[in-house]
């Protein structure tokens, strides 16, 4: 009997030391993947904020934000002024035509891009872009 409590004592004992071992292990585990998170996001603000600063645009002009309702061949489209140029790309899909200006003593760089409407010998759409981000929407009308 002695033996068989010994046994079942050593068994208990190392059940229990290996979930302790498992408890500190996953502790240690979420305390770097917590920091690693941390780290990620704030690599990510710096770049918003970064990418915000670069676009030539202060919080003044940011204010005045416009939206653009726009009926195109796929249905109504809804741009709004500093909406970057790959989210109208995906809205309103690959443009017929575009132009590029750089102003390199300014830094700046506009692009014009046209679209068809439903009048297919009229660029109806006229999109206008300053260093990336939508400037302004222009719509020919018959």
């Known amino acids: 009997m002695n033996t068989f ?4 004592l ?18 240690t585990q979420d305390t770097e993947e917590n920091r690693l998170r941390e780290e990620i996001r704030i690599k990510a603000l710096k770049k918003l904020n970064q990418s915000f600063s670069d676009s030539g ?16 061949e796929k ?9 970057p140029k790959d989210s109208v790309q995906i809205l309103m899909g690959r443009p017929q035509s575009t132009d590029i200006n750089d102003y390199g003593y300014k830094g700046e760089v506009h692009e014009t891009w046209r679209y068809k409407g439903t009048n297919r010998y009229i660029d109806e759409f006229t999109i206008e872009f300053k260093n990336g981000k939508l400037k302004s929407v222009s719509q020919y009308k018959e």
């Open 75 to 83: 249905g109504i489209v809804k741009l709004h002024t500093y909406m």
């Open 10 to 27: 050593g068994f208990v004992l190392g059940v229990v030391c290996t979930i302790g071992v498992f408890y500190i292990i996953a502790a």
């Open 57 to 72: 645009t202060n919080e003044a002009e940011q204010i005045n934000i416009q939206s653009f309702e726009l009926t195109t």
């Open 5 to 8: 409590l010994k046994i079942s």
